[in-house]
């Protein structure tokens, strides 16, 4: 290759690990992505290829580098991401705590969600599943908690399997809610680990429990998730809205296109989200299947859902 087609993009120990990967998988994924040659000399990397692909590249490596220099785990997912994104880009931004690491938004549209979750009081993300809704709120909910900026964090979502009627389960609240609640406390243990959020739930800092248990309360100085919001109809939407008390504030997520009630129309999201947008206070992320960040496959079957469904709702479609 000509000297021409050639660029050395200078890298911290961490970053040049991040871009290279496991076995360089990482690398690998970037030459497929880019059509370019990547090389690691030492200090960086060696880009090789043409002008408009070097470009690409290094808009990416760069991007991946920031977010291993600010201590964000770098997963093949977030690669695959910045692959995906023609080299404009992954956001860097996000939260100081984790397990592994900082917490950071893997796409414009989750780092756009956290913008709007440190913003307004009250922020709806809805979109496909695997997107990161749920899991960026209870992060955000738990770096507010962790800060002292509020003093609980309370996570609720409808029993829609239970028809939250709860009380013929035996064993105490915890015990009858926490099948339904599984995906919300595993994402607490991920960010917290077991012990701290073992710690908090037991201070009454931190409590999941069904819409069905909200009512009747005023949640002040608490930050509040509604997860799975597409299952809470349009009467507990209106009333968990109004737990709100002084200083709190609250997220609500859910997938419109994954409505589990018997009258999919009573869906309390969509709902709110059209009567609510706009007004003082009020924010709405919307997600979309090039969100996901799970497996590539998934984003792959959202998609052949969406057609399905566009295709179903078409004119003159029986």
């Given amino acids: 290759m000509s000297r021409e087609t050639r660029e050395f993009v200078p890298l911290s120990d961490a970053a040049l690990r991040a871009v290279c990967g496991p076995n360089s998988r990482h690398a690998a994924l970037l030459e497929d992505a880019f059509h370019v040659l990547v090389e690691t000399p030492g200090g960086g990397v060696s880009l090789s290829g043409d002008t408009k692909a070097r470009a690409a590249a290094k808009r990416a490596v760069q991007s991946i580098a920031k977010r291993a220099d600010l201590g964000v785990e770098v997963s093949e997912a977030d690669i695959r991401i910045a692959a995906r994104a023609g080299g404009d880009g992954v956001p860097a931004g996000g939260l100081p705590l984790g397990r592994r690491g900082a917490i950071g938004a893997k796409t414009a549209a989750q780092a756009r969600y956290l913008d709007l979750l440190a913003n307004h009081e009250l922020v709806f993300g809805a979109g496909p599943a695997g997107t990161g809704k749920t899991f960026l709120a209870v992060a955000h909910g738990a770096s507010l908690l962790l800060r002292g900026e509020v003093d609980r964090l309370v996570v609720t979502r409808p029993a829609v399997e239970a028809g939250e009627r709860l009380g ?31 710690r908090r739930r037991d201070k009454g800092e931190i409590e999941v429990a069904p819409i069905a248990f909200m009512r009747g309360r005023t949640l002040s100085h608490a930050f509040v998730i509604v997860d799975e919001a597409q299952n809470a ?48 206070g009020v924010a709405i992320a919307r997600f979309e299947a090039s969100d996901v960040v799970r497996h590539p496959l998934v984003e792959r079957i959202v998609l052949a859902y969406d057609a399905d469904a566009a295709q179903n709702r078409a004119p003159g479609r029986e």
Wanted: proline fraction near 5%; avoid cysteine; glycine fraction near 8%.
């Fill in 168 to 198: 013929f389960l035996p064993g105490d609240m915890n015990e009858k809610v926490d099948p339904y609640m599984a995906p919300v406390w595993e994402a607490l243990s991920d960010i917290l680990g077991a012990d701290q959020l073992r």
């Fill in 233 to 280: 109809s349009r009467l507990q939407m209106k009333m968990v809205l109004t737990r709100l008390g002084e200083g709190a504030r609250m997220a609500v997520t859910g997938d419109p296109s994954q409505i589990d009630l018997v009258n999919a129309r009573d869906s309390g999201l969509s709902h709110a989200m059209r009567l609510l947008d706009g007004v003082k």
